[in-house]
């Protein structure tokens, strides 16, 4: 397996504390069977993009792993102004081994409509979207619809592989499954971020797909697509997204684990609610 998610490099965010545990995770993740790891720190304003520091800590798992893990530097990067500016004007520097593959996330609570235009931005400047762990933000939970959106444009799906089996609440759990069950996840990953809360677990959520939607699928989600994406390589052929261009609505809704929500009927309202949030506000959310 390859795991493209994880937070191993030591001290540059909430992820592994020390050098230590970052071994400890990556020698974890070697006995599930995984054989490459992304080292996916964090780009926000909280935790910014260290260059040099996370290139040193980088440099010296790698020597220390050698023969053990191999792994490929990218980051988990935070949909900000900022960001978004620096990597259209500085093409692929935060993708997966600066090969295209972009891991992107948003702020949990809130997902300005008119983000996708700034998602196309990305785009235009030769990156491939990789949206992380969709299921388990509350923004989109209650208008899923914009995932949907964003992959009929061309956006991938990373889910996070204890979401499937309730690791994270029963919202993320229900709406990851849903996507399983449409074929609309394209990574499954473990986010590891330490030994304990967080570790990093693949194999459990591997079995899972398994179980689920068959050993093609977990190959799929856990070996082919991660190779492309760490290889820079042409996107494979995926099976068919079930309801993605015939825009059926999720199953999944909101109300059911948090109670109904202006955002809820807004989600429930499908391509009328989409509809009104082509009017181009980028520049005024993300203008400088």
């Not at 992107?104 to 992380?132: C, K, N, R, W």
């Not at 388990?136 to 208008?143: E, H, I, K, P, V």
């Not at 677990?201 to 799929?220: I, M, P, S």
């Not at 991660?226 to 109300?255: C, M, S, T, Y």
Request: glycine letters at 8%.
């Amino acid at each position: 397996m390859i795991d493209i998610h994880q937070h191993l490099i030591w001290g540059v965010d909430d992820g592994s504390p020390d050098l230590d545990t970052s071994l400890s995770m990556a020698l974890e993740a070697a006995a599930e069977g995984v054989t490459h790891i992304v080292c996916s720190p964090h780009a926000s304003e909280r935790y910014p993009y260290q260059v040099q520091l996370i290139e040193e800590r980088y440099g010296e798992l790698r020597g220390l792993l050698e023969g053990q893990m191999k792994l490929s530097l990218a980051c988990d990067f935070h949909m900000t102004a900022e960001n978004i500016y620096d990597a259209a004007a500085n093409p692929l520097r935060y993708s997966i081994d600066g090969k295209g593959y972009l891991l992107i996330e948003f702020a949990d609570t809130s997902i300005p409509p008119h983000i996708s235009d700034a998602m196309v931005m990305l785009q235009s400047a030769g990156y491939t979207l990789v949206i992380t762990h969709p299921e388990r933000y509350s923004a989109l939970l209650g208008q899923p619809e914009m995932l949907a959106e964003w992959m009929r444009h061309g956006s991938l799906v990373q889910v996070t592989a204890g979401s499937l089996y309730g690791r994270f609440g029963k919202a993320a759990e229900a709406f990851s499954n849903e996507l399983l069950e449409r074929n609309w996840i394209h990574f499954l990953a473990s986010d590891g971020h330490n030994m304990t809360g967080r570790p990093p677990h693949l194999k459990k959520g591997y079995d899972y797909v398994v179980q689920k939607a068959g050993a093609e699928a977990a190959r799929r989600l856990c070996e082919t697509n991660p190779r492309a994406a760490v290889n820079g390589d042409p996107w494979p052929a995926q099976p068919e997204p079930v309801g993605l261009w015939e825009r059926i609505p999720l199953k999944f809704r909101a109300r059911r684990f948090y109670g109904a929500t202006e955002r809820d009927d807004d989600a429930n309202c499908g391509d009328e609610a989409s509809s009104v949030r082509k009017t181009g506000l980028f520049k005024r959310l993300f203008g400088r």
